[in-house]
């Protein structure tokens, strides 16, 4: 039975998929509303981001130098395995589990809000491709604007790590530098950017399709925001399995 269902809802998102990467009517409109797509789920995200990882990064660096602390193990090993796991994982497979709840949410309840209010019908009636003119622009936005998020992540993370060694005892502030440096390999930052691209899609798309076919009124809007949350953070996990065997070999 959930098999059944699970396909069903498979088939279900695919050709709500198709429909939406559909050609735009009007260009200069998806322009339009990509933009405004970018601030509303993009760049107000910034203000979250950089506070959660700046309480991240230090934290970090903290557990870190309390598990760490042995003559046997040099000093910058801190800085460097701070950087390695914001790299790593927590600057894209955490941080969007953490914008899952925020944007997903979001998009699930503003799209499922104009379903139960009937807009979606007026577009449908009007000859609107509904699925287009409201889902794409949120995609391409969401999945462009993602590594910018990243790189605050990263940097704030950064940050928060030198303020611990700033203003406390714990470690100096030279040795997490050196570490933050060495033995850097650039391919770790451009696989946290290439897998925050698929868990963008992930998170935008699954909220916006459950979202689009709520049937009822506020409580069932809720409840569909819940689901996208949940079910986008459980394809976030699943991906990121795959993605980082088939990126690390």
Do not use: H
Request: proline share 2%.
């Amino acid at each position: 039975m959930i098999i059944t269902r699970s396909l069903q809802q498979l088939g279900r998102y695919s050709l709500f998929l198709s429909k939406a990467f559909s050609i735009p009517d009007k260009w200069s409109i998806f322009g339009r509303r990509t933009i405004m797509e970018i601030i509303s789920l993009g760049v107000n995200s910034i203000p979250l981001v950089i506070i959660i990882s700046l309480f991240i990064g230090a934290v970090i660096t903290i557990q870190m130098q309390l598990n760490v602390s042995s003559p046997l193990i040099p000093a910058y090993s801190v800085g460097l395995a701070t950087r390695d796991i914001v790299l790593l994982e927590f600057s894209n497979s955490i941080l969007c589990l953490i914008l899952a709840g925020k944007v997903g949410s979001s998009i699930a309840s503003e799209i499922g809000t104009m379903r139960v209010t009937e807009q979606i019908d007026a577009l449908d009636i009007m000859g609107v491709n509904s699925t287009n003119y409201l889902v794409l622009p949120k995609i391409v936005a969401f999945v462009a604007f993602m590594p910018v998020l990243v790189i605050f992540c990263i940097g704030t993370s950064f940050v928060g790590g030198w303020l611990v060694a700033v203003f406390s005892d714990l470690i100096s502030v030279s040795k997490y530098i050196y570490g933050l440096q060495a033995l850097f390999q650039e391919w770790y930052v451009w696989y946290g950017l290439i897998k925050s691209l698929f868990f963008a899609f992930i998170i935008a798309s699954v909220a916006s399709f459950f979202g689009y076919y709520v049937k009822g009124g506020a409580l069932e809007v809720g409840k569909a925001s819940t689901n996208a949350v949940v079910s986008s953070s459980i394809l976030i996990l699943l991906f990121d399995v795959v993605l980082t065997k088939l990126l690390l070999q």
